[in-house]
């Protein structure tokens, strides 16, 4: 019996992953190397600096932590401007229907975002209202697969761990709900979200 639902932002609330995949190919296309979509598929869940780690192994780069502390910044400042025009249009099939039903059904609703920018999407796209708890990047220190996300997002509902489900669109987010004792809704390919209890393409299938 769910009594509460955590959700991931980016590939299950609203698609922001090809935002970030922009403005990190500009910031690999400055520092002179291809930066392409199968390369950004390893950054998707992954915490900013994290990513930026690995877009420098992609091209084979090392920085100290202030170089790489102000190319984080600019990639950040670029994010910002892309997403700053979103609206609840951007919303993914059966979101916001999903959300009010569960509302309806007394299911409590809570955020397990890396982003550091969730507060300011959720208000974009106007559905902030409808979460009762929002844990996002600036609030947890340990990135996905750790369950830190998602153990936070229930013991601010002041729920236990088999009272929540957890919906998920990547492979480090779907571990990190499993490592927190939930049930993981996958949202994607079961071939790829293998560790989930059940896979559908979006919450518009719920
Ligand atoms: C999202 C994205 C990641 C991004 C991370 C941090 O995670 O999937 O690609 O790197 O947030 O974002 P920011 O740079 O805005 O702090 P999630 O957990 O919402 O899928
Ligand atoms: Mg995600």
Redesign the pocket.
Known sequence: HMKGAIF?????IVD??KY?FLAWRLLAEELGFVFTEEHNER??????T??LDILLEIGGMEFSEAEKLAM?DK??RL?VEYISGLNESALLPGVKEYLNSLRARGVAIAL???????AFILDKLNIAGLFDAVV??NKVTLA?PDPE?FQTACKELGLQPGECVVF???EA?VAAGKAAGMLVVGIGKPEVLKEADLVVAGLHEL
């Open positions: 991931d932002l980016d590939g299950v922001t992953a970030h950054l998707k869940g992954v915490s900013r994290r990513s984080a990639k950040n994010y397990g975002s890396a982003s550091k920018n969730a996002d990047g996905k996300v998920e669109d990547a987010g």
